[in-house]
């Protein structure tokens, strides 16, 4: 802990708000109850004060998310802080601003994170940050009509894009303007080292990255609306599989399982709970794997060894995945209160496969150190690369390996356990290098405490002696009421989930906290100054997902 | 024979080598269908076209080309277990401009559209496309989505659809080698130019929207025009 003074509120037993209360004085104008912690209403012109000195004085130091949302009768910004050393200590600003006049303060002088936050927010809803820095819309084209998260939004209405939109980037902007010698760069948005369709707009002074302009949104699938207009039982479930779709679709529909099921209040079988921790653990493994294929194939240019090596090892964990769910890549496995099926019979098989399967990994993550960290090669062009500065890191809200390989400790599964994962015996891995092989590195240590995790579970299962219980009683249809911010240790960070409900089968507003989301904001400081090549190797290693920034 | 024989003439060298290669009694790899329609003669008369058309089906260059999910399916068919390039298509070619089959793995939005038609512009003729998942078929899972174009023919013509969501790494072998079929057959899906493309966008109903933009855009302009209502 940096500061010298306790901060305010922290008490042995969780958060005294009162206090917190009391350090807003003047600022609070009413409190609210949401279900995972309090939320003081604040006025629109206080946001940057309340939050630096909520950051200064009471060690508020992860802003997770910014949500929007619009009511009949106002507009709301909701700013859910947590802090890096107890993700369990909460609290949430909302800020209400009215309907004429959708005004309010940005935070982005205290949170780096704000910026891409709430340019979303004004993309898709339609509130407007006053001295915010860049206030420009970030996930649909410049020229779109309305805000369409918005109440009165009318999706029937045509868009004109004019085919401007189409014409060559490149075309007249060679050069910046008195700065003779630099060059405009515009990689992506097809291009194959963007992991997708991420589009860069970077300046380049020789080989020098002088200014990075990531170019979001060419996948925004409107998965917020897309859950918005399903029902709570059985129509969400589906979409998370597709936010992180490099078979962490898990990993993602806990975080989903999680929010609803403290909102509806439904219990989960402890069985079901291995289940589902054995099998978000085989994600995990997945997930890195193809991170780690994909960064080797972005430094090295080779489609050979490793990215061939990963594929054949995630190839035999997704017939794990398969035989277990039914599904190769988008598994829809869990449900609200459990899981969809238990263990593929025999039982006693099926475990055996995923038991040796995982005694064999360890021997096979040898490999990938021998041909990746303890390559010369390697480290010479990942060590002292991208380097992210804890502090850094966390004014943009990383998490997930990309902040613990800047040294960290943030790991929700052990910070806000959920799960079965307090029962098991495994480590949160941490380095403190914060280049671009510490990330590398976290990765590949993080998958051996996956198998750890697994192997666990199977021994677990297989001396499960009592009722076989996966999925409790839940009602047919769920209407639950009120508002309920939860997060899982998704395979890229914190995935967290906001919702209100509204007493209806329906979500009345759905927030996806994508961890790819911020960890890609953090590129702009990683790459400055960086050569080009080099950019590359850091974009690879903050590992992002497109289907999860864009969503 | 000792193997390190050594030979006076070229004839007695290539005699021994064919020798050694075929061994004794006719080998059967080398009456080939192929080797029975030559016979004795070493040519063969066929249509320039329908011999361009066989060597295009079995050589295909396909472009490396990530959208979303089904990306992740299309890695796996290029890659160790699949390996697509059992058929002779397993290179994928990371500049549009080397490559002549396109695979569309993806929800496409309205931003990427004008960006894939782009690249699609790029290649070569003659080019081909496979379309690959549910959401290039009709825009899938996210239909009703405000921002995802419903199918990518809406935006270049398709030979071929692989439905799934997403499609098995099986079933997109399956669907590239039914386009190499169709390629060696010489067919190919007819060029439609979809609503979307409207020259001058006079073509657009005057709302207020058309009346607004009027004003921005130039006359010269190009518009083209996500319509949710038209399907
Ligand atoms: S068809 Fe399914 S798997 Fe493929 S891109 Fe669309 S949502 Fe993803």
Redesign the interface.
């Known amino acids: 802990m940096s500061l010298q003074r306790q901060p305010v509120g922290e008490t042995p037993d969780g958060l005294d708000y009162d206090a917190l209360a009391e350090l807003l004085d003047g600022y609070v104008l009413d409190r609210e109850q949401h279900l995972n912690c309090e939320a003081f209403v604040i006025r629109p012109d206080d946001v940057a004060a309340v939050l630096s000195t909520l950051r200064d004085r009471a060690a508020f130091d992860h802003l997770s998310l910014v949500t929007a949302q619009e009511y009949r009768d106002r507009y709301e910004s909701i700013y859910h802080l947590k802090k890096y050393d107890d993700p369990t200590q909460e609290l949430s600003l909302v800020v209400p601003t009215p309907r004429d006049q959708p005004h309010s303060q940005s935070g982005a002088d205290v949170f780096d994170t704000a910026i891409w936050h709430e340019r979303e927010a004004y993309d898709l809803v339609g509130i407007e940050y006053d001295d915010h820095p860049d206030l420009r819309r970030i996930?649909?084209?410049e020229t779109?009509?309305g805000h369409?998260l918005s109440l009165d939004?009318n999706?029937?209405?045509?868009?004109?894009?004019?085919?401007?939109?189409?014409a060559n980037p490149m075309e007249g902007r060679t050069d910046v303007a008195d700065r003779s010698d630099t060059m405009f760069i515009n990689i992506g948005?097809?291009h194959?080292a963007t992991?997708?369709?991420l589009h860069l707009k970077t300046v380049v002074d020789g080989e020098q990255v002088v200014d990075i302009d990531p170019d979001i949104?060419?996948?925004?699938?409107?998965?917020e609306?897309?859950c918005q207009?399903s029902t709570y039982r059985h129509q969400i479930m589906?979409?998370p599989?597709?936010w992180d779709?490099?078979?962490a679709g898990i990993l993602n529909e806990w975080a989903y399982a999680r929010a609803a099921e403290s909102l509806a209040d439904i219990d989960v079988p402890v069985y079901a709970q291995v289940l589902r921790t054995m099998s978000a653990e085989l994600c995990r493994i997945c997930a890195h794997l193809?991170a780690i294929g994909t960064f080797a194939l972005d430094i090295y240019g080779e489609f050979t060894a490793i990215?061939?090596y990963a594929?054949?090892d995630?190839?035999r964990i997704q017939n794990l995945l398969e035989e277990l769910t039914g599904q190769?890549?988008?598994f829809n496995y869990l449900r609200l209160g459990g899981v969809a099926w238990g263990l593929p019979e025999p039982r006693a098989e099926y475990l055996e496969t995923v038991r040796s399967v995982m005694a064999e990994f360890p021997d096979r993550l040898e490999e990938y150190h021998n041909l990746l960290t303890s390559n010369e090669l390697f480290q010479m062009r990942v060590l002292d690369t991208g380097v992210l500065p804890a502090e850094t890191a966390k004014s943009y809200g990383a998490t997930g390996p990309v902040a613990r390989g800047s040294g960290i400790d943030y790991d929700l599964r052990r910070d806000d356990p959920y799960g079965y994962y307090d029962e098991l015996d495994w480590e949160v891995v941490t380095d403190d290098g914060g280049d671009n092989f510490s990330r590398a590195l976290v990765r590949l240590q993080e998958m051996e405490q996956s198998a750890r995790i697994v192997r666990q579970c199977v021994d677990v299962l297989a001396d499960w002696s009592g009722e076989r219980e996966i999925q409790s009683d839940v009602p047919r249809t769920v209407k639950p009421g009120g508002e309920v911010y939860r997060a899982v240790e998704g395979a890229k960070g914190e995935l967290g989930i906001y919702i209100r409900a509204d007493g209806t089968d329906t979500p009345a507003r759905f927030k996806i906290r994508s961890p790819a989301f911020s960890n890609l904001q953090t590129l702009e400081v990683l790459a400055e100054g960086e050569y080009i090549a080099d950019m590359i190797a850091t974009l690879g290693s903050l590992d992002i997902v497109?289907?999860e920034v864009d969503r | 024979m000792s193997d390190n024989q050594l030979h006076d003439t070229l004839d007695e060298a290539q005699q021994t080598t064919r020798e050694a290669r075929t061994g004794e009694g006719v080998d059967e790899r080398y009456n080939s269908r192929l080797r029975q329609a030559f016979g004795d003669s070493p040519f063969i008369l066929t249509k320039f076209d329908a011999f361009m058309n066989w060597v295009r089906g079995n050589s295909m260059f396909i472009l490396l080309f990530g959208i979303a999910c089904c990306s992740i399916e299309m890695m796996h068919t290029y890659a160790t277990k699949h390996d697509l390039d059992r058929f002779g298509a397993g290179v994928p070619r990371a500049s549009p401009r080397q490559a002549d089959v396109i695979i569309v793995p993806g929800t496409i939005v309205s931003k990427f559209g004008p960006r894939m038609r782009r690249v699609y512009d790029q290649m070569p003729e003659p080019k081909f496309v496979v379309s690959m998942g549910s959401c290039t078929i009709s825009g899938g899972p996210f239909q009703e989505g405000y921002n995802v174009i419903k199918g990518v023919e809406e935006l270049i013509p398709v030979d071929i659809h692989v439905p799934g969501c997403p499609p098995r790494p099986e079933a997109l072998v399956y669907g590239v080698l039914k386009l190499q079929e169709q390629v060696q057959a010489g067919e190919s899906a007819p060029v439609t130019v979809k609503p979307y493309e409207l020259r001058q966008f006079g073509d657009l109903e005057e709302d207020e929207l058309v009346q607004k933009l009027a004003a921005e855009i130039d006359e010269d302009d190009l518009v083209m025009r996500y319509d949710w209502t038209e399907r």
């Open positions: 996930l649909l084209p779109w009509q369409p939004y999706q029937d209405k045509p868009q004109i894009v004019p085919l401007r939109e189409h948005p097809h194959p992991h997708g369709v949104g060419y996948l925004h699938r409107c998965e609306q897309m207009q589906p979409y599989d597709r779709y490099v078979s193809l990215f061939m594929v054949t995630r190839e190769r890549l988008m497109l289907g």
